[in-house]
């Protein structure tokens, strides 16, 4: 008797045991937004959530890495990445936050977010920028120099890397490459077959450079709304289009739009061509890795062609906010900046006089407070349709 009184009781201190181990991150755990662990000190665990392509998961490997043994927090916070693999899942993350907070969910481990532009704006449109942390300055001092502003979510989100569609041309066959979208029409006009952009569906690349091409005659709102109305303001864009087909890359005899970023790229650094839209990253990637020709730059042109900044969010229903803006400052130190850069080409955000920029000195000349972020929602898919009904059909 005494015997099974024994394992009962010491059943029952193992199951509480168990279930005290197990407690999820729901609404009744005893956390809280604020990051306090419940014992007075700093929780440590921070959750960055992140999606993208591979290239992008191997650098925040490498970043969450530095911020963990080298950074200033390194033993105060540890963070965890969980990245989702852009296009392997039916729902994205950008969907899995939306869902935790219409489910009135509290105390997550969406402590800290990476998200795109157009991810941004989705998200705002579907559960709004009240469901993220309104940032305090003073709690991201190395954001102090930071002049690039989201046009979405401003105060909710902090910009840290930039990205954008540039001119990449051939300096050894154009010296002086063009500062103007008028610019650029002359020089097609006076170099015929030596200019290409990729097919929009395709690739960013060429989508920006026909999509601005066409919104360079519509109102600034248009670029980041999915009205239907501007469909039909399309018109004066698309014959701009039509107007320059003729000057476009010829193979055969026939005028060849290329499939994807690359294809265009390739084509500049087989000397096909000597110039084409591509993002800044993508050609100094390639160029500081021996891929394409030293002699290939980049340029920005007025009106700019599209461009991204990349920003963190702390969304109100994490579980450490102070660690979270741990991270987020990191992310704008001389350190993290510079990581970027090597790793992946990324526009620094930041005074980059301190940072090694050896290899990639074009970014500098970049102004990432003149891009233009592109949001048309499922407008995309109608411009992309009309672009291959009007302009790839033509003879």
Same mark, same amino acid.
């Given at each position: ?142 954001? %102090? !120099?930071? #002049?690039? +502003?989201? =046009? /979405? ?5 902090? $910009? ?127 160029? %500081? !890795?021996? #891929?394409? +020709?030293? =002699? /290939? ?5 007025? $009106? ?92």
């Amino acid at each position: 008797m005494k015997r099974r009184l024994f394992a009962m009781l010491l059943s029952a201190v193992m199951l509480t045991a168990l279930l005290t181990g197990c407690g999820g991150k729901d609404s009744g755990s005893g956390g809280s937004s604020s990051g306090d662990s419940g014992s007075g000190e700093p929780k440590k665990a921070v959750s960055l959530w992140a999606t993208g392509s591979d290239n992008v998961r191997e650098i925040f490997e490498a970043l969450v890495s530095d911020f963990n043994t080298n950074s200033e927090y390194a033993g105060q916070y540890e963070v965890t990445l969980q990245f989702m693999l852009s296009g392997t899942g039916a729902q994205t993350l950008a969907d899995m936050l939306s869902a935790a907070s219409k489910a009135g969910q509290t105390n997550t481990d969406y402590d800290i977010v990476d998200l795109s532009g157009d991810d941004l704006s989705k998200l705002v449109s579907l559960i709004g920028q009240e469901q993220f942390v309104k940032l305090d300055s003073a709690k991201i001092p190395n954001a %102090a !120099s930071v #002049e690039a +502003k989201s =046009s /979405i979510a401003d105060g909710y989100c902090q $910009p840290y890397r930039g990205t954008t569609v540039i001119l990449a041309y051939d300096s050894a066959k154009v010296p002086t490459p063009p500062a103007t979208m008028d610019e650029l029409v002359e020089w097609m006009k006076n170099n015929p077959g030596r200019f290409a952009y990729n097919t929009p569906g395709t690739g960013g690349a060429g989508d920006s450079f026909a999509r601005s091409s066409v919104y360079n005659f519509l109102p600034e709102e248009a670029f980041t709304s999915d009205d239907e109305k501007w469909t039909g303001e399309w018109d004066e864009g698309f014959n701009f289009l039509k107007e320059i087909h003729p000057y476009m890359y010829a193979s055969g005899g026939s005028i060849v739009y290329p499939n994807k970023n690359q294809g265009t790229l390739d084509l500049l650094n087989q000397g096909e061509i000597d110039m084409c839209p591509n993002w800044a990253d993508m050609v100094l990637s390639q160029r %500081a !890795s021996g #891929e394409i +020709k030293d =002699s /290939i730059k980049i340029t920005q042109i007025e $009106p700019a062609l599209t461009g991204s900044l990349q920003s963190l969010v702390i969304p109100t229903f994490g579980s450490n906010t102070e660690g979270a803006y741990a991270f987020m400052n990191y992310m704008l130190s001389p350190a993290a900046q510079e990581l970027m850069v090597k790793q992946m080409a990324a526009i620094p955000l930041i005074d980059a006089s301190t940072m090694d920029m050896t290899g990639y000195e074009d970014l500098q000349g970049l102004d990432v407070s003149n891009f233009r972020l592109q949001s048309i929602g499922g407008l995309s898919t109608s411009f992309n349709e009309r672009w291959d009904n009007e302009i790839a059909t033509i003879g």
